[in-house]
């Protein structure tokens, strides 16, 4: 598919993405590409006919194209147009703005929601309005983006998106794709590289070093080389971004079937040890554990428990964060309750502290919502019960609506080596013989998600 896209494209080589601010784009005609029409939601193409007679741009962008490019299903539609949020709510009965900085119109059909963001003018005009008291672009002293309201045409457009794979648009008029960054040839060659200076576009947004190890992990492609070296040392601004929006990012990361690939480029990366300050000293060889697992022991139980998630999610099995932030933040746990066992508390009240100080230390960085972390600490407190209980008390266990999610969690650290006694065992066993009828049961990696509003995901900032 790749093979008949590219055949017909002269492009210009410039070494760095920035380099192509003046070039024209490559424009790929219809018989070059494999996009069809029939691919694209009916809703993207009614927003994108919509807008067209109403006569603005309007051209499919970011994951929708890149996806088809490659021959794989999006997971949702973007489209890039020359109307304004407001010009855009004009037009869509069912349209509303989110993000009062970082203004996007979401246009709903059903469930399906087409996001649909106007065309942004670059980095080097929001550079120049550094300091000034324009309300419509701001960066703080770090040159993070606060503000990101300046509007600009198609190519402004293209060089302010993160990667040169995320700024190709496909046109409806004439069915054509425009590529301003050599992003096709990037797609080609399997590469992320970041368009223009990746210190400065980091600095703009931490969250763009997350996107780049998403899609990294997804798509096994390899980071270009300026792309990946400032990493390393910018991971601590991901401390400056808003802890909800951390929370929506690491959820895209882990639960996309690519999780245990990407925990392994997030600890490679030194990332996890800013997202995950309970947990990061714990997976070190070296690291001063007060129980008698060792680093190596806890990553492996995130490989495992993030293998078990990205199964789940081959398998169109639902998956939910309880589960895996329970696991992410296990080692922390773990230890804490350690040190409260040998101060004198028992194991049940030791749980309990340990569970409330992870999450506690955790949500300043990360903010897990209280529906999710109430299901975590149930999950670890139930350990204890599932380590000890018997005959009446044990068939009791079997009846709380959480023992499902921390049978699955026993049995993912006897899978990870911990001796349990054979605990694991036990419980399947006494679930056939006491079988439970479960109406509405979370699980441990399904169902019971509330809906929830979506987020702008384009904002840098704290709104
Ligand atoms: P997917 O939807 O498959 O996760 P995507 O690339 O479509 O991948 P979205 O979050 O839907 O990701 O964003 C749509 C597009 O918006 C991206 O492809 C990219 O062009 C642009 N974009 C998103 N986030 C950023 C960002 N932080 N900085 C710059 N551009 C961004
Ligand atoms: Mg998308």
New binding site residues.
Partial sequence: MLKKLFKTIISSKAANASDMASVEPNIISRDNHCISRKQISKSALTVMYDLRKAGYEAYL????V??LLLGLA???F?VATNATPEQVLQHFRRARIVGRRFKIAHVRFGREII?VTTFRAGHEQLENKKGSNSNKSETNDQGMLLRDNVYGNLRDDAL???FTI??LYYSIDGFTVFDYVNGLDDLQNRLIRIIGDANQRYAE?P??ML?AIRFKAKFDFELEQQTAAPMRSLGHLLNQVAPPRLFDETV?IFLNGHGRQAFELLVEYQLFDTLFPVTAPYLQSEGQQNSENTGEHYYQLICNALNNTDQRVQDHKPVTPAFLFAALLWPAVCEDAAIQLGSGSPKLRALQIAGHNAVDGQIGTIAIPKRFSIAMREIWTLQQRLETAHGKRAIAVLQHPRFRAAYDFLLLREQTGESLDNRGEFWTQLQIEHPVERQHTPRPEGGNRRRRRPRN??K?AAE
């Fill in positions: 962008v970011g994951g929708g890149r996806d999006p997971k949702d973007d996001e302010r998106r993160d995320n700024a947004d969250v763009r996107r895209k995901k384009d840098p």
